[in-house]
C-alpha cells in the first residue's frame, strides 16, 4: 500500500505489508518457498553483508513472505517494525537478547501464562539471565523490584489464564521513570482489542501461533518495536548503542536509528539464534489476519454470553472474565481495552479438582488441548498442564490454582458450546 491516506484496521489487516507480486502479478502473497536469493553481482552481494543495502540473502534472515507478515503485525501494532519468529517462546527470547547479558534481570508479572514463568524462573539462568516476579497491580512492588541491572519489564495485555488485565500506561510509566523498555504480549488481547505501544510500550511480542493465526495450524511468534525507546540514553543497552564487532564496529542505534531494534533482531538475533519463521508458517498467519477483526468481535461476544451463563449457574464457583460486570477489571476494560477482554478466561468448577477433570473429559464441542485462540472452542486444566511445572503459589499467582479451568472461547454458535457447557457440568456434579 502506499503512504497516501491512513487506513482502518479491517482495511490494514487485509492489505498492510503485500503488494501484488512484481514477477507475475499474483494478487495473494506467493509463498517464497527458498533457502536463498541470487546476488545481481558481487558488489550488490557485498553491500548486502555490510547491511549497506536491505535485501534477501538467505531465509534464515529473511524471505518476502516473512517480510510481508512483519510488515502488517507492525502495521497493526502501530510499530515501525518487527521481527517474526518460529514460535511465541523464541519472540520473548529474541525480544530480551539485545537487552540482557549475564547479571542482567527482568521484572516480570507473576500473571503470566505458564511456559513463560517456566521460561523465565529457569531456562534463561542458563544465559546468565534472571527474572523477578511482582504483582504489576502494585506499582511500587514493581518500582522496589528494579535495580541497576534490570533490562526490561515484562508483562502479559490480558493474561493467559486468569482474565487479568494489565493497566499497561501505568507500567509503562514505571518502566519509563527507571530508563527501561516495557514489553507487552499482547497474544490474548491481539491488536485488535489492543495496541500497547498506544499506552507505552516499547516492544510487543505475540505467539502468532494463536488468535492472529485463528485456526490452529502453525506455530510462530512476532516482535513489534514501537521505534520510540533511546537505546543510546544511557550504557544499558551496549548491543544496540555500542560498536558491534561482527559487522566492523557497526552502531545499530547510530546508523538505523528507530529501526535499531528490528536491524539487530534480524542481522544478529536471527542469524545467530536462528528461530526462523518458516514461509509456509507466514502464508498461513496471513490468511488468519485478513478475518482478525471479525473474529475478535465474535469471540469477544460468545465470551461474554458464555461467562455470564457460567457466572449464574449454581455448579460453578466464580468465572474470572474481565469483561464480566462483577470483574474487578471492569473498569479497566472499559477504559482501555474498549472493544472487549478477550475470549479467553478460567472458571472454578464446584467439586474442585475431580469435578474439572470430570468436566473437560465430559465435553464434546470443546476440545482438550494445550492452546488457545482457535476458532475452535478449546479448554484445558491449567494446573495439571500448562502450569504443571509450577509450584502450587505460582499457580494460584497466575489464576490457574488446581479448581480452575480455562477456556478459549470460538466461534461457534454461543447456544451450542452453553449446550455442550450445561450437560458437561450435570456430569461433572453428579
Ligand atoms: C500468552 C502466551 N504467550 C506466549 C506463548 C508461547 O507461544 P508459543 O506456543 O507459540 O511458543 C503462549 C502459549 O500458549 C501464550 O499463551
Redesign the pocket.
Known amino acids: 500500500m502506499s503512504d497516501g491516506p491512513t487506513y482502518g484496521f479491517d482495511t490494514l489487516q487485509i492489505h498492510a505489508g503485500a503488494r501484488p507480486d512484481p514477477a507475475t502479478g499474483a494478487r495473494q502473497t506467493p509463498i517464497y518457498q527458498t533457502t536463498a536469493y541470487v546476488f545481481r553481482d558481487a558488489d550488490h552481494a557485498a553491500a548486502l553483508f555490510n547491511l549497506q543495502e536491505v535485501g534477501f540473502i538467505y531465509s534464515r534472515l529473511t524471505n518476502p513472505t516473512v517480510a510481508v507478515l512483519q510488515e502488517r503485525v507492525a502495521t497493526l501494532e502501530g510499530g515501525v517494525g518487527a521481527v517474526c519468529c518460529s514460535?511465541?517462546?523464541?519472540?520473548?527470547i529474541m525480544a530480551l537478547f539485545p537487552l540482557m547479558g549475564p547479571g542482567c534481570n527482568v521484572v516480570a508479572s507473576t500473571r503470566?501464562?505458564g511456559?513463560?514463568v517456566t521460561q523465565f524462573s529457569q531456562t534463561i539462568k542458563r544465559f546468565g539471565w534472571s527474572a523477578k516476579f511482582v504483582d504489576t497491580d502494585d506499582l511500587e512492588a514493581v518500582k522496589d523490584a528494579i535495580d541497576e541491572n534490570t533490562r526490561a519489564v515484562f508483562c502479559?495485555s490480558i493474561?493467559?489464564p486468569g482474565g487479568y488485565v494489565t493497566d499497561i500506561r501505568a507500567l509503562a510509566d514505571v518502566a519509563d521513570a527507571a530508563g527501561l523498555p516495557l514489553i507487552v504480549?499482547n497474544?490474548?488481547a491481539t491488536p485488535y482489542l489492543c495496541r500497547p505501544i498506544e499506552h507505552g510500550a516499547t516492544l510487543v511480542?505475540?505467539?502468532?501461533?494463536?488468535y492472529l493465526t485463528g485456526n490452529g495450524t502453525v506455530?510462530?511468534?512476532c516482535i513489534v518495536d514501537s521505534g520510540k525507546f533511546d537505546w543510546s540514553a544511557n550504557d544499558k543497552f551496549p548491543s544496540l548503542s555500542e560498536p558491534e564487532p561482527a559487522y566492523h564496529g557497526l552502531k545499530f542505534h547510530e546508523t538505523f536509528g528507530p529501526l535499531a531494534f528490528t536491524f539487530h533482531g534480524i542481522a544478529i538475533g536471527l542469524r545467530d539464534l536462528g528461530m526462523t519463521m518458516n514461509p509456509q508458517a507466514a502464508h498461513y498467519t496471513l490468511m488468519g489476519i485478513e478475518t482478525l477483526s471479525l473474529r475478535m468481535e465474535r469471540h469477544v461476544e460468545n465470551a461474554r454470553k458464555i461467562a455470564a451463563w457460567l457466572e449464574a449457574d449454581d455448579r460453578v464457583d466464580y468465572v474470572t472474565y474481565a469483561g464480566l460486570p462483577s470483574s474487578p477489571y471492569h473498569d479497566r476494560v472499559t477504559a482501555h481495552y474498549p472493544r472487549g477482554a478477550g475470549a479467553l478466561f478460567t472458571f472454578a468448577v464446584k467439586g474442585g479438582y475431580d469435578a474439572c477433570v470430570k468436566l473437560v473429559n465430559a465435553l464434546e464441542i470443546f476440545s482438550h488441548v494445550?492452546?488457545?485462540?482457535d476458532a475452535r472452542s478449546l479448554i484445558i486444566h491449567s494446573a495439571s498442564t500448562?502450569h504443571r511445572q509450577l509450584t502450587p503459589e505460582q499457580q494460584e499467582a497466575a489464576g490457574a490454582g488446581p479448581g480452575v479451568v480455562r477456556v478459549s472461547i470460538g466461534i461457534e454458535d454461543a447456544d451450542d458450546l452453553i449446550a455442550d457447557l450445561d450437560q458437561a457440568l450435570s456430569k461433572a456434579s453428579a
Open positions: 514460535s511465541g517462546h523464541a519472540a520473548q503470566l501464562y511456559g513463560t502479559e493474561a493467559n504480549d497474544t490474548s511480542v505475540h505467539s502468532t501461533t494463536k506455530t510462530g511468534g494445550a492452546n488457545l485462540g500448562t
